[in-house]
């Protein structure tokens, strides 16, 4: 049963050895994560897994001990999901989850097992929600880190530009996510989605099938969108 989730955003832009000088300028977001994952250390779950969205290569599930790098932001650093169990995994960590071991690793995470997957952005809500429904099935007491970003069409110069719709769907999703309406957060639009490069809502839909009859209460952290792309960060309990 889920009795916990973490939501954040996963742009290697919070990472500061990646961000350089620009660091600044999200270090409000990085103290709502770091106050968002001390809701799953409350928890004291069985089982953590970190949800974030990736290309086909970085689908599926990484194994605690899985690395990854930022080595193609330009940065020689590299970080592990949870402990070293001394096996090397076959692949790396897509970057969403590189963030997500990051974080873990920046509050020293050493409360529970911890386990990846990796989700394809165009993903179903169906397969979404069943997807969630299974991870909370997957021990006891299970808390998610969820990872993933709003529109990145907030402004001229966001990364995929301008689209007028990107404000009402960043806001629809920051309601439901502070206030963990699990209905709003399957309700929201996948196609719009899509074509508002929004890479978070396959990820906040798995977390909407894990709450099923969970009762959890939500808590907005965070809501901005410092590049033209929306960061929200979000605890639930």
């Known amino acids: 049963m889920l009795v916990a989730a973490a939501v ?3 742009p290697p832009l919070l990472v500061p050895d990646v961000a350089a000088g620009a660091a600044p300028e999200l270090d409000a977001a990085r103290t709502a994560c770091t106050d968002a994952l001390g ?3 409350a928890s004291r779950p069985d089982l953590l897994i970190v949800v974030g969205p ?3 290569a970085g689908r599926g599930t990484h194994p605690e001990g899985a690395t990854g790098s930022f080595e193609e932001f330009g940065v020689d650093l590299a970080v592990r999901l949870g402990r070293d169990l001394g096996a090397v995994a076959d692949r790396p960590l897509p970057a969403s989850l590189a963030v997500g071991a990051w974080l873990l690793a920046r509050t020293g995470w050493a409360d529970a097992p911890v386990e990846g997957l ?3 952005e ?3 809500t169906a397969r979404c929600t069943e997807t969630g429904r299974a991870l909370a099935g997957r ?5 998610l880190l969820v990872m993933g970003d709003g529109s990145a ?6 990364p995929g530009y301008l689209d007028e719709r990107a404000s009402a769907f960043d806001a629809a999703a920051s309601r439901a996510l502070g206030a963990a309406d699990i209905g709003a957060l399957t309700e929201l639009d996948e196609a719009l989605a899509y074509e508002l490069k929004a890479a978070g809502r396959a990820p906040w839909q798995v977390l909407a099938g894990a709450a099923q009859g969970a009762g959890l209460d939500g808590r907005l952290l965070y809501d901005d969108a410092p590049y033209g792309v929306g960061y929200l960060v979000a605890a639930w309990s």
């Open 8 to 10: 954040c955003p996963c």
């Open 39 to 41: 809701v799953l250390a």
């Open 118 to 120: 990796g989700v394809g």
């Open 54 to 56: 990736a290309d086909i």
């Open 139 to 143: 021990a006891d007491q299970v808390a």
């Open 153 to 158: 069409c907030r402004t001229l110069k966001a």
């Open 122 to 124: 165009p993903l179903e």
